[in-house]
């Protein structure tokens, strides 16, 4: 399982949400990794351009390989960040996979925005992408209004039920990544 996320900003409150959901993950049982802050500092995605930088064949190898992803990003202006966006974007590459974009992936999604309005308006964006790009949201998505809760360093929220659900979210991507894996 892969997790796309944060900002360029190191241990971002939306990378600390991230981990939160992948240790779900890993409760569950999953192997996981993360492409968060630097790494996820792209090219622009540009369709008629063949070449790839390192950073931009790891992320789509990571993808390619994966049964589940977890994708947080932060709300700016209401909308996701360019940031997770353009790593988005960059799934086109996948598009002639025996599994195109995220077909048949379990996806889990979470917004992280100081306010309401931006943290559900991204967590539906996110889910809009998803489901374009063939992935299968989780039925549990994340809006997190950091004016009201704030992750530390190891793990934790200043709200329980807020970091048991992204603990869930992982979990729930975790689950049924391994139950398509047994199918197939």
Do not use: C
């Not at 994966?66 to 209401?78: K, L, Q």
């Amino acid at each position: 399982m892969v997790g796309i996320g944060g900002s360029l900003r190191a241990d971002s409150q939306s990378e600390r949400a991230l981990r939160i959901a992948l240790a779900g993950a890993v409760d569950a049982g999953a192997e996981v990794a993360a492409i968060t802050g630097s790494a996820l500092k792209l090219p622009f995605y540009d369709a008629g351009e063949t070449e790839r930088s390192a950073e931009a064949i790891a992320l789509i190898e990571a993808v390619r390989s994966a049964d589940g992803i977890v994708i947080v990003s932060p709300g700016y202006h209401g909308a996701l960040s360019g940031l997770v966006k353009n790593a988005l974007d960059y799934v086109e590459d996948l598009r002639p996979d025996e599994r195109p974009y995220l077909d048949g992936r379990a996806v889990g999604l979470v917004s992280v925005a100081y306010g309401w309005q931006a943290a559900v308006t991204t967590l539906n964006q996110l889910r809009t992408i998803a489901h374009a790009l063939r992935g299968w949201p989780t039925p549990l998505g994340g809006a997190v209004n950091t004016a009201e809760v704030k992750f530390d360093e190891v793990g934790g929220a200043s709200d329980e039920k807020v970091a048991g659900n992204l603990r869930l979210i992982g979990k729930q991507v975790a689950d049924f990544a391994a139950s398509t894996r047994a199918t197939r």
